[in-house]
């Protein structure tokens, strides 16, 4: 039969505790089995200086909520910063007026001036340099038909300075149309000679004709009329044929 352990013998493996625990305390130690609660006695215990604060409940602060609000809240890292860029100091400069314009300047035009633009109506009518006629009809002319057209503009570029570039330009344009016509009709002819006809030559010289008119009346409005293939005759032809002093 195993020996009956008193509530302190909880060591299985040290099979003196029990002993030294009486030992220790100054008496022996039964087991309890239904023991009446043990009565304390004597006077209260004085307070210590420590214990003053609780004889004033209410000197105490309360305790601060968790979630209180706190009087400087840290700002989130989500929120951007209300930070504004310092203005540059204008103390001391003055500001110019608005549409300002320094002294001596002066505004370039809108756009280039082209001088082979049409001119204005009053323009058309201004005599020529070394013509002494209307540029209207100084700039129409060398697209006359018949041949007239040719000699005209060989005179105009012989004549007319290189200032009045509209005129230079529509006679060396007129000069290259009419040269392009008499040699493409010199080689109809010459292929009509061999082949034995001339139905060809008749209808190129008809077609002829009616551009010629065409191109007449185009620059007589005062339109800004060019032949685009015939651009880099013109300019070779204007730009060798000088005016005679």
């Not at 030992?23 to 009565?39: L, Q, R, Y």
């Not at 058309?124 to 013509?131: F, I, K, N």
């Not at 060019?226 to 002093?245: G, Y």
Request: hydrophobic content about 40%; overall charge neutral.
């Amino acid at each position: 039969m195993s020996e009956k352990r008193s509530k302190y013998d909880t060591d299985p493996l040290d099979p003196d505790f029990a002993r030294r625990t009486e030992e220790m305390s100054g008496g022996v130690t039964g087991v309890m089995e239904d023991a009446p609660t043990e009565h304390l006695g004597g006077a209260t215990r004085p307070m210590q200086p420590s214990d003053q604060a609780r004889l004033n409940p209410e000197g105490e602060a309360p305790t601060r909520l968790i979630d209180e609000k706190l009087a400087q809240p840290y700002q989130s890292v989500f929120v951007p910063p209300a930070y504004q860029p310092p203005r540059q100091s204008t103390y001391g400069q003055q500001q110019p007026p608005q549409n300002f314009a320094p002294q001596g300047y002066a505004p370039p035009p809108a756009h280039p001036q082209n001088i082979y633009a049409p001119p204005p109506a009053a323009a058309a009518e201004r005599s020529v340099a070394g013509l002494g006629i209307p540029e209207k009809f100084a700039c129409a002319l060398p697209y006359a038909p018949f041949k007239i057209g040719l000699v005209v503009a060989i005179i105009e570029l012989l004549i007319t300075p290189r200032a009045e570039g509209r005129t230079r330009f529509h006679a060396a344009q007129g000069l290259a149309l009419q040269l392009g016509i008499l040699a493409i009709q010199i080689a109809l002819s010459v292929f009509s000679n061999i082949a034995g006809g001339n139905f060809g030559g008749f209808l190129f010289g008809a077609a002829a004709l009616v551009f010629l008119i065409y191109s007449l009346v185009r620059v007589w409005r005062g339109d800004d009329y060019r032949i685009v293939p015939l651009e880099d005759a013109v300019r070779w032809l204007n730009t060798q044929i000088n005016p005679k002093k």
